[in-house]
Nanobody, 121 residues
Framework: QVQLVESGGELVEPGGSLRLTCAAS????????MGWFRQPPGKQRELVAS???????NYADSVKGRFTISRDNAKNTVYLQMNSLKPEDTAVYYC???????????????WGQGTQVTVSS
């Protein structure tokens, strides 16, 4: 099986920074795109940022210039560095990854359990 485990979410004051980490483990042959989504209270889940296996990144307009996504392919890990945090960044943050398992020909999407980020004074 495959597991994605996020960490790093916590309460932070406006203007502060946090770094989220998501580690994939299990029977992994290959990982394609990895990404971060978030779900604010009472709203739908939305894309925050994604990074392809070759390093090409994509960001939501609301986080451009403040958030940076990166990955360590050797560790099957994706990071989200969040700076200049705002109250509207408050949400549960989920990572996902497009993964091919050993002995399986196709890729599928896996999700982590989520980590809470709260931006408040």
């Amino acid at each position: 099986q495959v597991q994605l485990v996020e960490s790093g979410g916590e309460l932070v004051e406006p203007g502060g920074s946090l770094r989220l980490t998501c580690a994939a483990s299990g029977s992994i042959f290959s990982i394609n795109t990895m990404g971060w989504f978030r779900q604010p209270p009472g709203k739908q889940r939305e894309l925050v940022a994604s990074i392809a296996s070759g390093g090409v990144t994509n960001y939501a307009d609301s986080v451009k210039g403040r958030f940076t996504i990166s990955r360590d392919n050797a560790k099957n890990t994706v990071y989200l560095q969040m700076n200049s945090l705002k109250p509207e960044d408050t949400a549960v943050y989920y990572c996902n990854a497009v993964i091919q398992r050993f002995s399986v020909s196709s890729y599928r999407i896996y999700w982590g359990q989520g980590t809470q980020v709260t931006v408040s004074s």
